[in-house]
Structure formats: C-alpha cells, structure tokens
C-alpha cells in the first residue's frame, strides 16, 4: 500500500471518529442527562473519544496531516446532533443507526483493501475492532426506536448521502 493511500485512509478515519463525538456532543446538549437514552447516547460517545484519541495518535506517529475541513466538520457534526435530538428520541437514534451503517460499510471496505495487500496488520486490528463497536452502536440505535423517527427512511437516507460524501471529501481535503 502506497504511503499516500494510507495516509488518506487514516485522516478519513480520525475525521469520521472526530465527527462522531461531535454528533453525540449536540445530541447530549440537547437532551440532557435525563434524555431516554442518555445513558446509551454517553457510553456510543465515550467510545467515539477513545477511537478518535487512537487515530490522533496514529497520525502523530506517522506524520499524517488532519482533514482541513476539520473545523466544518465540528460545526456539521455538532448541528446534525442536536439537530436529530431535537425531532426526538428516536430522530436521535436514527442518526446513529444512519452514519454507523456508512461506517461499517467504510470500515469493511478499508480492511479488504488492508487484507488485499497484506500491509499495516496493526492498523487493520484497531479498525476491526473499531467496526465492531459501531456495529453495537447501529444495534444499539435500532433497538432504541430507530425506525420510529419522523419520516425514517427520508432521514436516514439524507444522513447516509451526507456520510458517504464526508468520507470522500475527507479522504482528499
């Protein structure tokens, strides 16, 4: 794998886990600690923070810039936090079964891509193991009244497109 492709794949990353923490930061503004599902929406947090710690941390020792986009990111991932806490619970929800649906399917993508060429085994470990949380947390996310959001599929839907286009602007700018 070519160092460029690499560092492309790391900074989407660290930039996807930045927006994460972000979402759930406007989530937990709007609905508090007494929200009914919190409690769930702080434990999806605490682990998005530790993912993105790892990938700073990854970039610093490999000398990967960050996404310039990071400021809009934080504005972008904060309103559509609590821009979905504020239609709901389950809005809220859906928000998180929509953008761990992308990232799954991110995340599996770049460990084919990992597999294919045999490189970087220790990267391909944290993000399997990343892949696994945010599939617990789109679990989580469904199981908690996902698909009772206003207009589910419209807003699920428009939250995916959005995903999928952060990751490809993030992979580049």
């Known amino acids: 794998m070519q160092r460029d492709e690499l560092h492309r794949m790391i900074r989407v990353d660290q930039a996807g886990e930045f927006g994460a923490t972000r979402i759930y930061e406007g989530q937990l503004a709007v609905m508090g600690d007494r929200g009914p ?79 294919e060429t045999g490189t970087e085994p220790e990267l391909a470990e944290m993000i399997e193991e990343f892949r696994e949380e945010e599939r617990e947390h789109r679990e989580a996310a469904l199981a908690n009244g996902a698909e009772n959001a206003p207009a589910y599929p419209l807003l699920s839907g428009a939250i995916r497109l959005g995903c999928r286009i952060a990751i490809k602007v993030s992979e580049r700018v």
């Open 37 to 115: 599902h919190s409690a769930e929406i702080r434990h999806m947090a605490e682990q998005e923070e530790e993912h993105r710690a790892r990938f700073d941390a990854v970039m610093a020792e490999r000398g990967v810039r960050p996404t310039a986009l990071h400021p809009f990111w934080s504005a972008a991932g904060y309103a559509l936090g609590a821009g979905t806490a504020l239609l709901g619970p389950e809005a809220a929800m859906a928000c998180t079964a929509a953008v761990e649906t992308e990232i799954d399917k991110h995340y599996s993508e770049q460990l084919d891509r990992l597999a």
